[in-house]
């Protein structure tokens, strides 16, 4: 079968043309469509598995033998059960509960569903959704969801720009982007990390938003002299006089490093600037976010036990550094409240652009 497809549906047809196109109008049609092509169970159970072993049958041993391990069984909708894989005694599937969960979760933070589908004979299930269409790239970012019934992922979920339809653009993404996203195991604690999971993709999927809105105004606020130098030192602290050795030789490494960092073209935004033009916000957002867990060479820094720390929008302390950078701007109302809004929701209300980019300016000198 081709790139190992299995059944489901898609917004919109695939290069191997295998799936079912449809369309999705909320988290429950994106359920519907995938339980009902029997690309998602309805049920998982972990069944002992039995050896029959007739050679047995005249020395009056019991030939039915307990073989070591589980068999993963699903039932579905619409087609027979199918028998998934053999599992060790510690694993833990995804109960069809908790996929729905987090299908809804994604869904009610704004993502906009794109595929219900499995992989491998059902082994594999995925759930895809779009985030952002960013116009002047023509690149689109998407969340993905995918989990496997034979051990051999974990429970993922992420972000990625690479559009997920098969065996083969599931490995490119994973390659591309896996590093970034939440990886669970299939342990007796599965469900309530799921449960946590719901938070971030909430969180992640909102927050991804209006940091793609807040980076629009940042592409258009130049940053020179002085305001670029209180805008550095906010992002990267001078130690201080009583700092030990140390901490002072971290902090005055981090700030040489983060020069470095905006000297990369791929820090740049336009990546080549014409010779003269000025440093942008933007410039130094994509200095500040890439020194959260990269060095300046693009290599991932190591965790403890040397894990990759989990460093996407939506988890880990890049979503940290991206929350500390956001901000909103305080807006007065005719009736002379101030409300706080966010920067696209400031210009839609009537603000000046210019105005509320000075005040993107202020607000990151003054509260990173």
């Known amino acids: 079968m081709t790139a190992n497809f299995d059944r489901g549906v898609l917004d919109r047809s695939s290069w191997h043309g295998m799936e079912e196109v449809g369309t999705f109008t909320d988290a429950n049609s994106m359920i519907e469509h995938g339980e009902r092509t029997g690309a998602w169970p309805v049920g998982v159970w972990l069944c002992p598995l039995m050896v029959n072993s007739w050679d047995l049958v005249d020395s009056g041993i019991d030939s039915r033998l307990a073989a070591p391990g589980k068999a993963v069984v699903a039932i579905y909708r619409r087609h027979e059960p199918r028998c998934l894989a ?9 109960s069809p509960d908790d996929w729905r969960s987090l299908v809804h979760a994604a869904v009610e933070a704004g993502a906009e569903p794109t595929g219900a589908f499995s992989l491998q004979n059902g082994t594999k299930v995925l759930a895809t959704f779009e985030i952002d269409d960013d116009k ?18 974990k429970l993922i979920c992420g972000f990625t720009t690479i559009r997920v339809v098969c065996c083969n653009t599931l490995s490119v993404a994973l390659r591309r982007d896996g590093k970034g996203a939440a990886q669970l195991k299939h342990t007796a604690s599965l469900s309530e990390k799921i449960g946590y999971l719901k938070e971030a993709v909430t969180d992640g999927v909102k927050s991804g938003r209006s940091i793609v809105e807040l980076y629009e105004t940042c592409r258009n ?35 040489a490093e983060a020069v470095e960092a905006m000297s990369l073209e791929e820090n740049n935004d336009p990546p080549y600037k014409a010779a003269g033009s000025p440093t942008t916000l933007a410039d130094l957002v994509n200095a500040a976010t890439w020194m959260v867990d990269r060095d300046t060479a693009g290599n991932h820094k190591k965790g403890k036990g040397g894990s990759d720390p989990l460093n996407s929008l939506l988890f880990g302390s890049r979503a940290k550094r ?34 509320v980019g000075r005040a993107t300016l202020k607000a990151m000198l003054e509260d990173l």
């Open 136 to 153: 002047s790239t023509g690149l689109k970012t998407y969340l993905l969801l995918a989990d496997s019934f034979d051990g051999s992922t």
């Open 221 to 255: 606020t130049p940053l020179k002299g002085k305001a670029f130098d209180s805008a550095f030192d906010k992002l990267f602290p001078k130690p201080a006089d009583d700092d030990s050795k140390t901490a002072q030789t971290l902090a005055h490494n981090r700030r």
């Open 322 to 355: 991206l929350q500390e950078i956001q901000h909103t701007v305080e807006v007065m109302l005719a009736d002379g409240t101030v409300e706080p809004m966010t920067v696209t929701d400031a210009i839609a209300a009537g603000c000046d652009e210019k105005s």
């Open 86 to 94: 053999t599992v060790g005694d510690r694993y833990k599937p995804t």
